[in-house]
């Protein structure tokens, strides 16, 4: 240490916003931030999303002229989430041509070809029973036989021009399934995104009731459990057995590991907030792109305490933000990220 008080005074740096301004050690920018999109079927669709104050339901049209003023923004890059109208349970929508995700890269990067469209491949909103990966005949998830149907969704987005393909399932070895698929059909250089560390978190409650996405247990999917193997088995109702364990660090340094060795190119940590340990320690470990996802649930909270005037959302958004890039985010994905692009302008 060099002096103490009385000669050092910490405040004498903090006693104006230009001296605080020049010793600012965190600053980020509308370019870092990734925004988030639900889309569905139809024409002219803009649907609220009651637990998401702003955010909507989007059809592919509607979508296109919402990302305009996104773009005047500043924010560079888009996430698509689909909503299935067909669901079944082997996810039978999720690659085809004319699905709804398909369909609004392709209306997107007709109109902003220079807006990066990232992609969110998971089944949970095309399967009847809402897990991210398929069932077996004792109702289990079937890691296996869910890879090629994930590497399929992936090449679909692919050959609708996305930018970069995003695996949030959180099965095991769907990186690799995915890179191999891609690097097969000539889409070598398109970058993966994975969700390396996903926790089983009750943070994306608002996400599941915007993407029809819950799991729970269709009857059709029971009865014919039964009549094939004479007992009963239910779908499991969270997604524990796949989604990580919210008390495990360790387990989230060996889970990025993996993704990085299967060939990911940028690893995320979600949600954010309460798992900002996770992303230091994986920046110190790995030097290698991390990004960060604030869920549906940190954006409710802080809207839901804005509204009530209980906190300043512009402040409390602005705030969450630098201590995700603090802990040592690259890019966050944020449902804040066209307000907070706008709160920026002056930083
Ligand atoms: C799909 C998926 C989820 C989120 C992103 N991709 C939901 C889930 O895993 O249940 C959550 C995002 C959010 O809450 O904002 N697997």
Redesign the pocket.
Known sequence: MNSQFPEYRPRRMRSSEALRRLLCETRFSPNQLIM?YFVREGRKVKEPINAMPGQFRFSPDTLSAAVEPLVRSGVKSILL?GIAEAKDAKAGASASKNGVVQKAIREIKKRFPDLLVMT?V????YTSHGH?GLLNVQNRIDNDATLPVLARMALSHADAGADMISP???MDGRIRAIRQMLDQKGFENLPVMS?AA?Y??S??????E??H???GSSKRQISKMITRTGALTTAPKD?KTY?MNPANREEALREIALDIQEGADIVMV??ALAYLDILREAKDMFHFPLAA???????AMIKAAAEKGWIDERSAVLESLVSIFRAGANTV?T?HAQAAAGWLENN
């Open positions: 988030p989430f969110d998971c089944l949970c909103a991210c949030s399932d959180m969700y996903k089983s978190s943070f994306y409650g608002p996400f599941r915007a993407a996405s819950a799991p997604r989604q979600k949600p996802y604030m869920v549906s649930g940190e954006y994905i449902y």
